[in-house]
């Protein structure tokens, strides 16, 4: 089955910095890479998702790339807020299968 | 506003006392789940529903059932809580299984087992 593997598990940076998180995925059949946000006590929210069809896909601020070949999938978080301040996770799945989360990212974000 | 409701949102339970959660949807989707999520841990599936299609994970304990009487609700049924049984409940839906797509959260139940 599939395996997702997410780094690094916490991230510091400061306000107005670059945030990069990546995880690896081992099914080459997946194709959907959604990046979920959650805050302390809250639900998960999804903040961005890319296709395998695509190579990259940019929100605002946010950004996905996606490596087919080398099964590996980052999140860009450019000009960090404190409000970026969440737990992120990222996840794989391939259609009529359920997500298969990463470990989580805890990501800090100081003034 | 279409959502995922779940109730209650706090629960506590004693240990070996039976506890139900339960998820409403107004989003008509086709897909439920159910995710037990434990402090700095990603979400963990439990099972889903394809429609009426249950789906269990391998590594599932029996103690946890799930029924899905219709499109809209869907319940989780703890048999027996243990103390390890203490986490977030998370349920969520999608639109289809033909094709992936977003999962929508619900707010969750946090299960206190004493």
């Known amino acids: 089955g599939e395996n997702v593997e997410q780094h690094p598990s916490t991230l510091s940076v400061q306000e107005g910095d670059s945030a990069v998180i990546k995880c690896t995925y081992s099914?080459?059949?997946?194709?959907?890479f959604p990046w979920y946000k959650q805050e302390l006590g809250k639900r998960p929210q999804l903040i961005i998702d890319?296709?395998?069809?695509?190579g990259e896909k940019k929100d605002q601020r946010i950004a996905v790339t996606l490596n087919k070949t080398a099964k590996h999938f980052s999140l860009h978080i450019t000009e960090t807020q404190p409000e970026d301040s969440a737990v992120y996770f990222c996840?794989?799945?391939?259609?009529?299968?359920?997500?298969?989360f990463g470990k989580g990212t805890t990501l800090s974000v100081s003034s | 506003d279409a959502m995922v409701i779940q109730n209650p949102r706090y629960q506590v339970t004693q240990f070996g006392k039976p506890v139900t959660l339960s998820c409403s949807q107004t989003?008509?989707?086709?897909?439920m789940y159910w995710y037990q999520q434990k402090s700095s841990q990603a979400p963990k599936l439990l099972f889903h529903?394809?429609?009426?299609?249950?789906?269990n994970e391998a590594d599932t304990p029996d103690n946890f059932q799930s029924r899905r009487p219709n499109t809209s609700f869907c319940f989780l049924d703890i048999r027996s809580p243990g103390l390890g049984d203490a986490a977030m409940y998370l349920c969520?839906?999608?639109?289809?299984?033909?094709?992936?797509?977003?999962?929508?959260f619900g707010p969750g139940t946090r299960l206190t087992v004493t």
């Open positions: 969520a839906t999608s639109r289809d299984r033909r094709a992936e797509g977003e999962q929508y």
């Open positions: 099914d080459s059949a997946s194709n959907y």
């Open positions: 890319i296709r395998s069809n695509v």
């Open positions: 996840a794989a799945a391939q259609a009529g299968t359920a997500l298969i």
């Open positions: 989003l008509n989707h086709n897909v």
């Open positions: 529903y394809y429609d009426k299609d249950f789906n």
